[in-house]
């Protein structure tokens, strides 16, 4: 299964909904896009800026996401020509339906290169985006997220 960086931030940080998102994943083998190792470290960031996490925390949290990339717990896919050509396409796709980010493009173009499915996320945006293109996606424990 593929995991959105929103995913992976709520598997290292308690979250509402990070127990549902444990008990989904628990057992199987999940990738994301290298993308993820920039955006968790800056969700985690984030975080601690708005005071929602402290520094220890947030480096603990960091420390087990190291240790799951190099355990392979979560396999990190690099970003290609083809993955970036994929999100080109992707964008037009689903243009003007959904306006997806470019980094949301280049998830799901990776998740699609992959053929990691479902798509594990529960960014609206994203969500959108996979519906519309035909991708399989994971069931939400509640109410979807807010773009942001």
Known sequence: MYLDSC?????????PDSEFYA????????????LAFTEVWSAL?????????????RLEAWQRFE????SQMIDLSPISEAIIRRAHWILGRVH??????????????TADQLQDWPL??????????????????????????PAS
């Open 23 to 34: 008990r989904l994943v628990e057992g199987h083998p999940v990738s994301s896009s290298l």
């Open 7 to 15: 995913i992976l931030v709520k598997l290292l940080i308690r979250e």
């Open 45 to 57: 960031l984030a975080r601690e800026r708005a005071q929602l996490i402290g520094t220890r925390l």
């Open 120 to 145: 594990v996320t529960s960014d609206q945006r994203l969500r959108e985006a996979a519906l519309h293109l035909g991708y399989p996606l994971n069931d939400l424990p509640g109410p979807i997220l």
């Open 96 to 109: 003007p339906k959904v306006p997806l980010r470019s980094l949301d493009a280049l998830h799901l173009a």
């Open 67 to 70: 240790d799951q990339m190099r």
